[in-house]
């Protein structure tokens, strides 16, 4: 079964400073990997998705994410964080070929102080 | 286009009693998905449904009902409600690899 690591609980930054959020998974192929994220008392949005090709990938608000196969890990980056990126960020793994169940990770909670 | 909706956002329940969460998405998705939200443990899964009249078990199913009778709506039931069952309850639907969630449920077990 898949699984999923953010080692990091919380993490607080600087408005203006970069952020990197790290994610690790174990799973026997390489599966399809996602970055969501979760203001207070809402629901989830789509940053990014990797599923083959260009190891690195854009998303939205600014945001990417680098795909290490050797290191099983997907970590995501901003190179200049705003106060309203100040939420909880969610790493998750999908099987892929037509199995879109996902594994989330723990969440990393992000602070931006001015 | 409504996207995927829950209903209702709230509810507070007393040991025993039952509840139906209701999600619907007007996006004619297969795949429907129910997780939980607890703190410090991100989502997981509840059950899903691949398609209209199935349904299958995911990784912590025990203590909840679903169903699939119309394409757009996927049921979740709780037949008698437990404090654990305490937790924030999404909904999902895909569409090419990507899921869409609802906002949420927030159900109080007491």
């Known amino acids: 079964a898949q699984s999923v690591t953010q080692p990091d609980i919380h993490i607080t930054v600087s408005e203006g400073a970069s952020l990197e959020l790290r994610c690790n998974y174990s799973y026997g192929a390489t599966p399809y990997l996602f970055w969501y994220v979760q203001s207070p008392g809402q629901g989830l949005q789509l940053l990014l998705k990797?599923?083959?090709?260009?190891?690195l990938v854009q998303g939205i608000k600014g945001f990417e994410a680098e795909f290490k196969r050797s290191q099983s890990s997907f970590n995501l980056r901003k190179p200049s964080v705003h106060w309203s990126d100040a939420a909880e960020y969610f790493c998750?793994?999908?099987?892929?070929?037509?199995?879109?169940?996902?594994?989330f990770g723990a969440g990393t909670t992000v602070t931006v102080r001015a | 286009n409504a996207g995927v909706t829950q209903t209702p956002k709230f509810r507070v329940l007393k040991t025993g009693q039952s509840m139906t969460l209701l999600c619907a998405q007007d996006?004619?998705?297969?795949?429907m998905y129910w997780y939980r939200q607890d703190p410090g443990m991100g989502l997981r899964l509840i059950h899903y449904?691949?398609?209209?009249?199935?349904?299958a078990k995911g990784e912590v199913p025990d203590g909840y009902n679903v169903s699939r009778l119309k394409k757009q709506n996927f049921l979740l039931g709780l037949e008698s409600a437990a404090p654990s069952q305490t937790s924030v309850y999404f909904c999902?639907?895909?569409?090419?690899?990507?899921?869409?969630f609802g906002p949420g449920t927030r159900l109080t077990v007491l």
């Open positions: 990797y599923f083959s090709g260009d190891t």
């Open positions: 449904s691949v398609g209209e009249g199935t349904t």
């Open positions: 996006m004619n998705h297969e795949y």
């Open positions: 999902a639907s895909t569409r090419a690899n990507e899921q869409f």
């Open positions: 998750a793994v999908a099987p892929g070929s037509n199995d879109y169940k996902l594994s």
